[in-house]
DNA sequence: TCTGGGGTCCTAGGACCC
DNA sequence: TCTGGGGTCCTAGGACCC
């Protein structure tokens, strides 16, 4: 029988803001999204506010003022690096490793010695993940991922489990299962839950015990997965080498409306200068291209134009001069003026290997050169700072619509200049 | 004033073909 | 009044995840 470890880190982003700040250990702390707008990581004592996840900050600013609360802006280049920290510990605990987020992976613990205590080996990865990064993590087990990362979730909701719970046996599950809303169970989101309440499936437990054909009559055939894991019997396997990314999105908020055109066409060239160099970081050619612009749905009262536009690139490529010629020919075409637009982004689609997408008409000599000098700009950018090389259409320096992060902390662990300094 | 961003999978329905 | 049936491919929308 196979059996799976889901170890995530407590309120990843909140913990991560804190590890080089000893001194907010025992304040609230939360993690605002891109442009400050939400609130995406709380710490547990901002949990207990009754603050919820995804509410907007201008919402709860005064309570969380008032319990003096340290507020950050988003710092991806700090949390990629404490993941990828995290993951390579993991690594070295189990024979086989999914990476399933930013903040939690799955274990594939099948025939592992320590098996015969899964919850001291649940210890152990904490231990090992505290020491070696410095990060709190929690360890569901079971013989399913669905009942492993419910686990997860009973290690977390009681502190008695010291974050540690395991879901192997038989019996226990079924109790334990009777005690957690079915909205909890992943894979069942909001509509599910829904639709499932009115059916009278409250529980966890209540999903197993509903009949298979009932499921696949009324739900997608995910949801029949889904209540077949409950049951102990695996629908999905561990996937520890993801399958090629099939679409990339590079897109934004504006830190103020835009409204003329030339604004645009700079925001439009950075998200695919962005989405380019993502792109060329996964090794692709992308075939099709997408841009779409957005006014403020929030604003009832205000003109809406939400317009998109894809197109086929001529021939699939990786260059950004291609994509931005491509990108900036559509924003062209969608853009009207009279809208106060506050976002804008980039999809690329149809990825393929560039073996893929090579034809008898391929110019090989022309792809060369291309490829050189990506591969150059990348470097140099990746070594002297994002913006070292820019495309003339890109702007340099400030502008309204760029993002706000007014509370961003150092990349501590990935810009020289930021490295902590200890007096 | 202030409401994120980046993904995947499934299904239904239309277009098209034989 | 009559106007098949079945298959495949594509797309849009909806659901889910973090």
Redesign the pocket.
């Known amino acids: 029988m196979p059996i799976y470890a889901l170890v ?1 880190v407590n309120n990843f982003y909140a913990s991560a803001e804190r590890l080089f700040r000893p001194d907010l250990a025992r304040r609230p702390v939360v993690v605002l ?3 400050d ?2 609130i ?1 990581a709380r710490s547990a004592e901002v949990k207990a506010l009754g603050v919820p996840m ?1 509410e ?3 919402r709860v ?1 005064d309570t969380l003022q008032s319990a003096g609360t340290a507020v950050f802006s988003s710092n991806y280049a700090l949390y990629a690096d404490l993941s990828a920290r995290v993951m390579r510990t993991l690594e070295e605990l189990a024979p086989a490793v999914e990476v ?5 992976a799955f274990l594939d613990l099948t025939g592992l010695d320590a098996l015969s205590d899964p919850l001291e080996f649940g210890r152990q990865v904490q231990a090992r993940v505290l020491s070696d990064v410095g990060l709190p993590v929690s360890v569901g087990i079971g013989p399913t991922k669905t009942l492993a ?1 419910l686990a997860n979730y009973i290690a977390k909701q009681d502190p008695q489990h010291n974050g540690v719970a395991c879901l192997r046996e038989p019996d226990r599950r079924t109790k334990a299962l009777k005690n957690i809303p079915v909205k909890e ?9 829904e639709r499932l309440e009115a059916l009278g499936v409250r529980s966890a437990a209540d999903l197993a015990l509903l009949r298979d054909s009932r499921i696949r009559q009324l739900f ?3 949801l029949a997965r889904t209540a077949e894991e409950l049951r102990g019997r695996a629908c999905h396997d561990l996937d520890s080498e993801p ?1 090629p ?9 504006f830190g103020a ?1 835009i409204r003329e055109y030339s604004a645009m066409r700079e925001a439009v060239a950075d998200y695919a200068v ?1 989405a380019a160099e ?1 792109l060329r970081g996964t090794g692709q050619y992308a075939g099709a291209l997408t841009v779409f612009l957005r006014t ?1 749905p ?2 009832a009262a205000e003109p809406q134009h939400t317009p998109s536009a894809s197109s086929r690139l001529p021939v699939p490529t990786a260059d950004t001069r291609d994509l931005l010629t491509a990108a900036l020919h559509i924003a062209e075409q969608l853009w009207q003026p009279g809208y106060a637009y ?2 804008a ?1 980039i999809m690329l689609a149809e990825l393929q290997s560039p073996a893929a997408s090579a034809d008898l008409f391929t110019d090989h000599s022309a792809r060369a050169r291309s490829e050189q000098l990506m591969h150059t700009v990348d470097a140099i950018n990746r070594r002297h700072g994002q913006s070292a090389v820019t495309f003339g259409v890109q702007r340099r320096g400030p502008a309204g619509w760029r ?1 706000r992060r007014k509370n961003l902390s150092p990349a501590y662990t990935t810009r020289w200049s930021d490295l902590p300094v200890v007096r």
Not at 100 to 104: G, K, L, Q
Not at 246 to 253: E, K, L, N, P
Request: aromatic residues 10%; charged residues 20%.
């Open positions: 995530d999204s891109n442009n707008g939400c995406v995804g907007p900050y201008f600013r399933y987020s930013i903040d939690e990362k169970v992943w894979g069942v989101g909001g509509r599910f839950a997608p055939v995910t399958a990314q099939q679409q990339i999105i590079c897109s934004r908020t409306p962005r993502r403020n929030h604003l506050i976002k982004g993002m």
